[in-house]
């Protein structure tokens, strides 16, 4: 069985401040790894993955992840935030091979504030 | 590639009413998801086909659901007897079968008053 853990359900960053988002895995097989962001009232869109490539892996709107096996971790940054960036963040496991169902971690409500 | 399309956005509904929503996935991905989220919480998966066989069925997925994919195209969940626990967004998404990504739609509220 396979689970993600997402440490704090809201995280407030100033304007122009880091962001790090932490997201903890279990998995019995070498994982495939995802985050989400998805907007109020809205799906989900696909910041970025980690599919056994890279371990540093960068996404959209200058989000990152590193994958470290481990700390069994994948923690989502961002050097500067921005407004905009304000959303739900999920972070997803699958077990792998070609797209199969997702697990999701609880999600983390980033703030940002002036 | 139009994305993940779902109709209808919102649907308020009285309880024991039936409802129906559909999904018409990416062009020519031959896998089809069903997740359903929760205020507050990530998306739980409830069931997915590849082609038009439902290969997999959430324990989430009661007698009162059904979700169809006849033609390997499109697919419908319809939930009976509607009960106010239904209420929710359900979200649809799509992979092809050689990808490693699941590009999901906007979603489909659903409250049951």
């Known amino acids: 069985a396979q689970s993600v853990t997402q440490l704090g359900s809201h995280v407030s960053v100033s304007e122009g401040a880091l962001v790090l988002l932490r997201c903890n895995y279990s998995?019995?097989?070498?994982?495939?790894l995802f985050w989400y962001v998805q907007y109020p009232n809205q799906g989900l869109q696909l910041l970025l993955k980690?599919?056994?490539?890279?371990?540093l892996v960068k996404g959209i709107n200058g989000f990152e992840a590193e994958f470290k096996k481990s700390e069994t971790s994948f923690h989502l940054t961002k050097p500067s935030a921005h407004m905009s960036d304000a959303a739900e963040y999920f972070c997803?496991?699958?077990?792998?091979?070609?797209?199969?169902?997702?697990?999701f971690g609880t999600g983390t409500r980033l703030q940002v504030t002036l | 590639d139009t994305g993940v399309s779902q109709d209808p956005r919102h649907k308020i509904t009285k309880r024991g009413q039936n409802v129906t929503f559909r999904c018409d996935p990416i062009?020519?991905?031959?896998?089809l998801y069903w997740y359903r989220q929760t205020l507050g919480q990530g998306p739980e998966f409830l069931t997915y086909?590849?082609?038009?066989?439902?290969?997999?069925k959430s324990r989430l997925l009661s007698d009162r659901f059904s979700a169809e994919r006849p033609k390997g195209s499109f697919s419908t969940l319809e939930i009976q007897r509607t009960e106010q626990g239904d209420s929710a967004m359900y979200l649809c998404?799509?992979?092809?079968?050689?990808?490693?990504?699941?590009?999901f739609g906007e979603g489909s509220w659903l409250t049951v008053v």
């Open positions: 998404a799509s992979s092809p079968i050689s990808g490693n990504t699941i590009y």
């Open positions: 998995s019995s097989v070498p994982p495939y």
């Open positions: 980690y599919t056994s490539a890279a371990t």
């Open positions: 997803a496991v699958s077990d792998g091979g070609t797209a199969s169902k997702l697990t």
């Open positions: 062009s020519e991905h031959n896998r």
């Open positions: 086909f590849q082609n038009e066989a439902q290969l997999e």
